[in-house]
């Protein structure tokens, strides 16, 4: 089983960047497959982006590619996503979630969720 716990949300601008942490418990980090997933008041959550429990294979829902960036550093038990280009409509609560089989959806682990919103 692992706990997760995200970090780094705020308010910024569009046009901005933020950076998301989710900091995992436990010491087979790197056998989960670890996603972003958000969800906007009044819409249901949906995937954002995904990576590999040895970083190698990335995944994006479409309306980041090219914004996000999604890695992680195994040694910390930690996982990131970089957004630059923020938009207004990025404003959601950010889940980071793990799975050992799962890549883009039907994960068993869920963080908290940290709040991001962007500003006009």
């Known amino acids: 089983q692992v706990q997760l716990v995200e970090s780094g949300g705020g308010l910024v601008q569009a046009g901005g960047s933020l950076r998301l942490s989710c900091a995992a418990s436990?010491?087979?980090?790197?056998?989960?497959?670890m996603g972003w997933f958000r969800q906007a008041p009044g819409k249901e959550r949906e995937f954002v982006a995904a990576i590999t429990g040895s970083g190698g294979t990335t995944h994006y829902a479409d309306s980041v590619k090219g914004r996000f960036t999604i890695s992680r550093e195994n040694a910390k038990n930690t996982m990131y996503l970089q957004m630059n280009g923020l938009k207004p409509e990025d404003t959601a609560v950010y889940y980071c979630?793990?799975?050992?089989?799962?890549?883009?959806?039907?994960?068993?682990?869920w963080g908290q969720g940290t709040q991001v919103t962007i500003s006009s």
């Open positions: 979630a793990a799975d050992p089989l799962a890549i883009t959806s039907t994960y068993n682990y």
């Open positions: 436990g010491r087979t980090f790197s056998r989960y497959n």
